[in-house]
Nanobody, 128 residues
């Protein structure tokens, strides 16, 4: 059973930055799968934030974070990252790390239903 563990959340002021990390429990699995970040604010549906291909060569971002957030991965460390800059109160949410359900697949990476392993989430709060 592969586990994903997020860290790096916290409280930051508007305009600030945070870096989230997500460590996988198994390297071979991590190397073969697209990894993604989603977020969910209270009373709202889970929202796609970003995804990155297995080799890091392709990325995709949700419209609300384009130009401010950067996703990356270090396969040697079986870790993915989400660098978040110019944070706004609207970015306040629980951020989840997830892995795509199919190996070597870039299929519909923006849909939460394509991901079958999830971390427990890390809270990000942006104060105004």
């Amino acid at each position: 059973q592969v586990h994903l563990v997020e860290s790096g959340g916290g409280l930051v002021q508007t305009g600030g930055s945070l870096r989230l990390s997500c460590v996988a429990s198994e390297g071979t699995f991590f190397l073969n799968h697209v990894m993604g970040w989603f977020r969910q604010a209270p009373g709202r549906e889970r929202e796609f934030v970003a995804a990155i291909s297995w080799n890091g060569g392709t990325t995709s971002y949700g419209d609300s974070v384009k130009g401010r957030f950067t996703i990356s991965r270090d396969n040697a460390q079986i870790t993915q990252y989400l660098e978040m800059n110019s944070l706004e109160p609207e970015d306040t949410a629980v951020y989840y790390c997830a892995s795509h359900g199919s190996m070597w697949s870039w299929d519909n990476v923006g849909s939460q239903y394509k991901y079958d392993r999830w971390g427990r989430g890390t809270q990000v709060t942006v104060s105004s």
